[in-house]
């Protein structure tokens, strides 16, 4: 029993907590030093494994976890004369009224650090790309594996883009510090698409046996939270992706069932989460207080619609608002969705002709709506389509999702 509660909390909390520890130890040591903060952290977890396997978790896990953590700091210190002489002795002057080894681990400084992290990582010296791939592994605990789905790339790939930004980290040394304007303007859009790459991830999980995972959506939104809560970084960007985070959040109870998702016009509204979405209105209210425009508006706009129960020119407004969208950044995901749209105003058949013109013929999501637009009109071919989505698929929740709609799908066309 305890090691199957062990088993159950320890995942959890090393989502919420490893990153965070991360971050506070790399604070204190520097960022040349990140390996070291990920050990300590690791080597924390994997004491708390140890330990609460045989003795079951403490009353206060996370107070645990943070007790080991700088224990394990201070150890670390007495053995490696090296670093204390090289990092210590600089750490000290910087502060020489506080004990180095009595680290701060109080909200407060958990949010500090990770937002200077963010912006540290979100570095315009690395590439892009790299930028995003560092910070979901380093601020928000993503695998190897998970990163690649969220590229649509191969692990070798996002190994190699890895270890030449951890490279350029200790060679450069970059310093965690107070956010400067300059900071904020040039790394703002990276940090963004990071904590939207984080939240698709949860909201529709392409690497993990289940298709929704709160635990990261609600990381995405903590993180994007934090920004809104600094004045340096409260824009209106900022403010469009959390309404956006929020308003997807808020049909998460209605769009999932023991095995799969449910398709959205089958929700059952009264799940939704009526706060979410009240809060979502609240910030999608500051994000359209100025002029500034973004993809985040807009699909922040789309959500919106998507949490109201009026049909009156309702998806006339999604469609509309997808159209836009598709020219700020064209993406196949926003194009299917837009088909989808499409076919509430015009019907199926003009939507299956709008759905031949993107040509993704090896992307599951598009015969899995082509399924959807044919059931009503060709019975065999919705499941030649369903059966192709199924062997472009990687997700064991989605192939019997298709399967069960397939099953459905021949048992109608036998019985008529």
């Known amino acids: 029993m305890k090691e199957n509660v062990s088993h159950v909390l320890l995942p959890h909390l090393f989502r919420l907590e490893y990153t965070k520890l991360t971050a506070v130890l790399c604070r204190q040591f520097g960022l040349k030093h990140i390996e070291i903060a990920e050990d300590i952290a690791s080597d924390t977890f994997l004491k708390a494994t140890e330990v609460w396997s045989l003795h079951g978790p403490p009353e206060n896990p ?24 090289n990092v210590v002795k600089t750490i000290m002057e910087k502060s020489h009224d506080h004990c180095f080894t009595d680290i701060d681990f109080t909200e407060q400084n958990f949010r500090d650090s990770q937002l200077a992290m963010m912006f540290a990582v979100c ?52 310093k965690i510090e107070e956010l400067r304007a300059e900071d904020i303007g040039s790394r703002l859009d990276t940090v963004l698409t990071t904590l939207y790459l ?27 939270l934090t920004l809104t809560e600094n004045a340096h970084t409260n824009n209106s960007k900022v403010n469009a992706l959390l309404a956006l985070q929020c308003f997807q959040s808020s049909r998460l109870e209605a769009r999932i069932v023991a095995d799969g998702a449910v398709l959205f016009e089958e929700q059952d509204t009264a799940l939704w989460n009526k706060d979410l979405i009240n809060k979502g209105n609240y ?17 922040a706009s789309i959500a919106y619609w998507h949490t109201t129960n009026i049909d009156n020119g309702k998806w006339k407004h999604i469609l509309e608002l997808y159209n836009e969208l598709l020219l700020w950044e ?14 509430k105003i015009y019907g199926n058949e003009k939507a299956i002709n709008e759905a031949a013109k993107l040509g993704l013929p090896t992307n ?32 064991p929740l989605e192939k019997k999702q298709l399967g069960k709609t397939i099953a459905t799908l021949a048992e109608k066309r036998n019985s008529s």
């Not at 976890?65 to 004369?81: E, I, S, W």
């Not at 999608?284 to 973004?294: D, F, M, P």
């Not at 194009?335 to 749209?341: D, G, P, S």
């Open 330 to 343: 064209y993406s196949s995901g926003a194009a299917l969705n837009r088909t989808f749209a499409f076919a």
């Open 283 to 299: 910030y999608l209210v500051n994000a359209y207080a100025t002029k500034e425009l973004s993809k985040y508006h807009l699909e």
């Open 364 to 395: 599951s999501y598009y015969h899995s709506l082509l399924g959807y637009l044919y059931s009503a009109i060709d019975t065999d071919k919705a499941i030649d389509h369903y059966n192709q989505s199924i062997r472009l698929t990687n997700s």
């Open 62 to 85: 996370t107070a645990w976890l943070y007790t080991v953590a700088k224990n394990k700091t201070k150890d670390y210190l007495k053995r490696n004369a090296i670093f204390e002489s």
């Open 123 to 174: 570095n315009p010296a690395i590439a892009k790309e790299a930028q995003v791939c560092l910070a979901l592994q380093i601020l928000c605990g993503f695998s190897v594996e998970e990163i690649a789905n969220a590229f649509l790339s191969n692990k070798e790939t996002i190994k190699k883009r890895l270890f030449r930004a951890r490279e350029h980290l200790r060679i450069q040394n970059f």
């Open 198 to 224: 984080l939240f698709n991830e949860g909201y529709f999980s392409k690497s993990n046996d289940n298709l929704v995972r709160k635990d990261l959506c609600a990381e995405a939104m903590r993180l994007t």
